[in-house]
């Protein structure tokens, strides 16, 4: 993220990296985590699962900042954010 000024306190934060995992099976394509996504770091695959859905998938799972709102918005429960340490 770019700001338009540095904090003085920037060295005692750190931003967060989430891993995204989607259960593909689980999965009714209903795109609430990819049209709520504040990262945009989802997007709805060209594969069908087993239901006869198109599930998401990570675009740019780099983004990811493990807000975990895709896992709060998701009516199946097959999507979750496991926040990874990259230092």
């Not at 993220?1 to 003085?8: F, G, Q």
């Not at 934060?13 to 689980?26: A, K, N």
């Not at 049209?35 to 983004?63: F, T």
């Amino acid at each position: 993220m770019k700001l338009w000024r540095t904090p003085l306190d920037v060295e005692r934060f750190r931003i967060p990296h989430g891993e995204v995992s989607i259960l593909v099976e689980r999965c009714k394509g209903c795109q609430l985590c990819v049209r709520y996504c504040p990262r945009d770091v989802l997007e709805m695959s060209d594969g069908i699962n087993a239901k006869g859905y198109h599930p998401p998938r990570a675009k740019s799972p780099e983004r990811c900042v493990a807000c975990r709102l895709c896992e709060l918005i998701c009516p199946e429960f097959c999507i979750y954010v496991v926040e990874v340490d990259r230092e």
